[in-house]
DNA sequence: TTCTATTATCGTATATTTGCGATATAAGAT
DNA sequence: ATCTTATATCGCAAATATACGATAATAGAA
């Protein structure tokens, strides 16, 4: 009775809504942040700049990862991480594809 | 201890997340597209266009007023709804600003 | 091998989200 | 005033998210 529906929307809406959805976290914005401030991938380091558990930092690091929004690689007690442009640049295209090209057209007529 | 530390965070991430967070929901996509696609403020209509309760839309559309996406007015028996675009272009360009812009130096190194 | 350092996962408590039916509300029609 | 219609809110149940400590796992150092 309190399922979420999701399943019954378009697979570009789900799609949106789950990059959303990974970005719906201001640790996880921070970390992100992070990743696309430098020039190279961040191995370590991340959890000393939040204000978080070391567990904690790695499961958002993990939901990260499964939306496909960073990739990393774990190399025994190391592990890796970086922003997937490619990823962003999609969805950022999808973003601007549905909102922001139609508001040229609709800037006149709202309440 | 399981409390949201969301205040150990900057303004803007936390006002970033929040937007993120207000479409980080397939019907609330679903909503944001039909409102975008029309010339005009929607006057009811978004129920029969989901499949879900005329009390959880409700919820949807209140959720993504308290964000600020979109405006709405009540009168009486009606209820009229548009885009916020002015909220969507701040943080669009809040977007760009934290990641896209990135891309161009960044787009060399990564794993 | 054992120790150390780093990251991931498990288990758990609490908070939040999602969805619906039932009910309230508010304005116009009868 | 009562009925109708459209929307919002309340109350609840179930699912998910958040956070932490404890523990496992992994590779290199001693």
């Excluded at 070391?54 to 990862?65: A, D, N, P, Y």
Aim: aromatic share 10%; proline share 3%; glycine share 4%.
């Amino acid at each position: 009775m309190a399922f979420h529906k999701k399943e019954e929307f378009t697979q570009k809406e789900q799609d949106l809504a789950n990059f959303a959805k990974a970005m719906a976290h201001p640790a996880r914005i921070a970390i992100l942040k992070v990743l696309a401030q430098r020039n190279e991938c961040i191995c370590g380091e991340i959890v000393d700049l939040l204000p978080l558990a070391q567990s904690t930092v790695s499961q958002h690091l993990k939901e990260l990862k499964n939306a496909g929004l960073i990739t990393g690689t774990v190399d025994g007690p190391k592990s890796c991480y970086c922003i997937n442009w490619k990823a962003f640049e999609k969805f950022n295209g999808e973003f601007n594809f549905l909102f922001t090209n139609l508001k040229i057209k609709n800037e006149k007529a709202c309440c």
